[in-house]
Structure formats: structure tokens, C-alpha cells
């Protein structure tokens, strides 16, 4: 992992030992009937040493999703040249790439969070998180210099609340079909389409309270090119060069 | 309310007298404090009543969902003449019309999820379960005909899971901004701009895989009609007249 410094991966990482463990005695013995004694046990690990990295069993099942969602933040800040959306879509495939790239453990988590409502609601309460700081990124972003401009904020904000929902249902119904069918290859091309389509429609979206229109221009060849200029801003209602 | 017998409302309703007294509860002692023997106490029930209506003290905070949940899809099933979005739209303005119906509880459950983490994951899990029965109804609208065709109803199931997150996600920030102010008079037009800015960001989007342009066709006085309605097909990337 990248972020881990590099002497640590020569040691066996503890809490991915744990992780190991949890998962093989959660499909070998059911979720219910796996005990935290049972995971120390099998992990060789003390119980102290356990609750030094998740709270509960619980836990155990999303530990990577703090660091996950760090890293997607941290990639975002990386990316401002991008158009907002596409921006986020990018941020977003790296979780993607996380699952992806350990599929048992994505499968056999899958297939947990299924049988398990507790699991179910941390699931979703985790993409929530998501959600929440996508939105916050993407109403910086669209508001841009209007920022403090109250409506034009209030605009941005739903704009962005929308936008970063329509990021992470593409993302969420993407993966879903890949753990559907046993983690298959076609993953990453699913995505990559999934989340073009989000940006064509998001990226070209009429601005609230517009409508989207074709407009012919007939331009005379005597015009000035500063006319010319003057008559397309107008048409398009647009006060000022930019 | 509209689905209650007329007959019914002449008894006060047992379970609105549990919810109204929970409520009160909630507000006076906090939420923790509250046993479910206060409840039934200051509501003049027997405990045995209160678990014929609730499962659980949580239960009591959201004991619409299931009831709200069922007349939205029942409003979806009356709106098939209009676009998918626009009724996905129209049927999610019930929820928000419920909250609005009654805003001093709303307000109450609104302090309450955001201070009880345990209430919080329900209401999220809660807004899950409208976005799944979204995303099967836009999934049946968007396949139309070529529901027999795994390629099509695969792309029809990726742009309702990304539209029904959409339509969720704006009536989430509208309603949220309509708690935080305390429940104001602007709520409506608030949801109809934000309902008015997805529809058109949906209803307007480019098919996956298309890009969109504008073309200017050229029409020579001596074209025969069909033979620029096929250029147009064409230049569409349309196979048929449909």
C-alpha cells in the first residue's frame, strides 16, 4: 500500500493478520457464531492487541474504509484542472480499484453484508460519507468565485448534492454487477463507461432555469469579428466576455 | 390522512398517541433517557399495545416509512404517461409533502437522527430502500421494449441507478435546508426548482456512447421528404423511423 512506509510491509501487518483471519472463520463458521476470542485466536494476536485497531467484530469488516476515503480526498485535491465531475469520478475509481484489486475479500464481504442487516446499515452509512464529502467538494467547485453570493451558492450546493449522488450510484451499480458475477474482468471497462455517461450528462447539463437550444448564426462577411462576438454572448445571455 | 377509514378518526389513533408521547419524551428527557415504560405510560397504553405498533423504541421515530414508502410507488404506478424522471419526481414530492405536513415532528426527528448515531444509520438506510424501488421502476421505463436485450437493460439499469440517486439526493438537500431553517414557507418552490434542475439534466441527457452536437441539415428545394427524413435518421445514427 502506498501509504504504509515501506519497513513495515518486511513485518506481517497485524491488523491485516486479524482482517485474514476474521474473514476465513466468517466463511467457514458463519458471521453470528465468529467470536472476537476466535479471530485473536487464529490471527495470533492478543484480545488487547485487537481492540488497539477496531472497535468491534463489526469493524473488522470495513477496516480500510477511514484510509479509503482519505485517499479519494486526497486524490480530489489533486485534480482541480479537471472538470468537477470527472474529478470526483476519478476520486471514486480508486475505491473502486480497492475492491477490485483483493476480489475474495470483496466477495466474501459482499456476501456478508447480504446476510447481515447490522453489516448492511454500516455499508451504506459508509457510501453516505462518501456523499457527503464529494457534495462538499463539488459545491466549492461550482460556485467557484461566486461563492459568496448566497443563491448562487445554494445553486452550486444542489448541483453538487446531485452530482456527487449520480457519481456514487454509478460506482455502487458497477461494483455490484462485478460482485454479482464473481469479480470478472470487465470491471474497470464498466466503470470507465459508467462514469462517462455520468459526465456527458453532467458536464453538458443545461444550467438551472435555462433550457438547452441550437441557435443559427448567420454571419455576414462585412460583420466585425467584435459584432459578431457581441450578438453570440447575447444569444446565449450571457452579460460579459467570460 | 387520506388512506385511514373516515371511522377511525373519531377514536384518537393509538399508535399517533405513542408516536405524539415519544415525541414529547424525546424532547424533554433526550432521547437515551426514554424508556419504552414512559412512553406507554404517558400515552395511556399497555406495553403489550406499544409492541403490536413498534419494534422498538426506534421504531417510533420513522413509523411512516413503510406506509410512505407504499403510496409513493402506488403514485409511480398512475404517472407512467409522463417521463420517468418527472414521475420519480412527482412521487417523491409525497415524502417531502409528509415532512412538511408536519413540521414540528419533523424538526424533532431531525434533531434526534442527527444526535443519535443509531437513528442517523436507520434514516440513511431508510432513504436506501426509495432509491432501490426507484431504480426498478426508471429501470422497466428506461428498457421500454429492448427489456429483452441483457446489453440495453444493462445500460437502462446503470442510468436508473445514476437518475433515481439524483432525483433522492435533491430532495434530500431541499429537505435538510427546509429543517435548518426551521421548516419555512419556501420548502415547495425550493423542491419543485431542484426537481425542475434534475429533470432537466435527465430528460435532456445524451445516450451512453453518444456525444452531443448540433447539426445543421442542408435541405435542397427539389429533396424528396422521404429522402431527407432518411439523411436525418442517418446523420441521428438512427437504424429505423421507429
Chains 1, 2 share one sequence.
Not at 472476537?36 to 472497535?55: K, P, S
Amino acid at each position: 500500500m502506498v501509504l504504509r512506509p515501506a519497513g513495515a510491509l518486511k513485518e506481517p501487518d497485524v491488523s491485516e493478520r486479524v482482517v485474514a483471519a476474521a474473514f476465513e472463520l466468517f466463511a467457514a463458521d458463519g458471521y453470528e457464531a465468529t467470536t472476537v476470542e476466535a479471530i485473536t485466536q487464529r490471527a495470533g494476536v492478543a484480545r488487547r492487541t485487537f481492540f488497539r485497531y477496531f472497535r468491534s467484530k463489526d469493524d473488522v469488516i470495513f477496516p480500510d474504509h477511514e484510509e479509503l476515503l482519505g485517499r479519494a480526498l486526497d486524490r480530489l485535491a489533486e485534480l482541480d484542472d479537471r472538470p468537477p465531475v470527472a474529478a470526483v469520478c476519478a476520486a471514486t475509481a480508486l475505491v473502486f480499484e480497492h475492491y477490485v484489486g483483493t476480489p475474495d475479500r470483496s466477495l466474501e464481504r459482499y456476501r456478508l453484508t447480504r446476510a447481515v442487516p447490522a453489516l448492511r446499515a454500516r455499508e451504506i452509512a459508509s457510501v453516505h460519507s462518501y456523499h457527503r464529502a464529494f457534495t462538499r467538494y463539488l459545491t466549492e467547485r461550482f460556485a467557484g468565485a461566486d461563492r459568496a453570493e448566497a443563491a448562487l451558492w445554494a445553486e452550486a450546493a444542489l448541483r453538487a448534492e446531485v452530482a456527487a449522488g449520480a457519481v456514487i450510484a454509478a460506482h455502487n451499480q458497477v461494483l455490484r454487477e462485478w460482485l454479482r458475477h464473481g469479480g470478472d474482468e470487465r470491471g474497470r471497462d464498466a466503470l470507465e463507461a459508467a462514469f462517462g455517461y455520468v459526465c456527458r450528462t453532467f458536464e453538458k447539463a443545461p444550467r438551472k432555469g435555462r433550457t438547452q437550444e441550437a441557435v443559427v448564426v448567420v454571419v455576414r462577411t462585412d460583420d466585425s469579428a467584435d459584432a459578431v462576438a457581441t450578438r453570440i454572448r447575447r444569444l446565449l445571455g450571457e452579460a460579459s466576455a467570460n
